[in-house]
């Protein structure tokens, strides 16, 4: 298996608010740098949609260490929490529904596909890689055509005629 770095980043400008991921994946000599913008998302969503996003530009299995500077994401997938949540039915016990459930079961297939270990980073602390990743996510959450964030904002149905 290829050995693959990546750091991964969301922003979210106001939470809920307009929002964006960054991430930048890492082979050898080989260097990518992936964004994208929501206009209506959470914070939360945009980190962990970087760590998929990131996995799925992946062309095979690898073994990957992905950063992050979540340690939402990096300890639902360190501890476990996204699989026992998905085992519950995406149920946290008696804290109700997990929050996220479409993202949550893409990471986790993705996983399955690759060998990722998660780690996390302090943000904001001059790691370069982690410092790009977040001009790329609040890059995309201020572009001007952002998408829809379908599982966060439902769009808008048309008037029947």
Known sequence: MKHVT?????ACIGNPGPG?????ILFGQYRKEISGGYRQ????????LAAIRAL?????????????????????MKKGWAKQWQAQGWKRGKQGRAANPDLWER?????ATHRVTFKWVPGHRG???????DELANQAARGEKLC???G???????PEA
């Open 20 to 24: 964006g991921y960054g991430a930048v």
């Open 6 to 10: 990546i750091y991964t980043d969301g």
């Open 41 to 48: 998302t959470t914070n939360n969503r945009m980190e962990i």
């Open 56 to 76: 799925e530009a992946l062309n095979e299995p690898c073994e990957v260490v992905l950063h992050s500077d979540s340690e939402y994401v990096v300890n639902a």
């Open 152 to 158: 966060y904002e439902r769009p808008t149905p048309l």
């Open 148 to 150: 829809i964030d379908v």
């Open 107 to 111: 990471l986790l297939n993705l996983t």
């Open 127 to 133: 790691i370069t890689e982690n410092e790009r990743c």
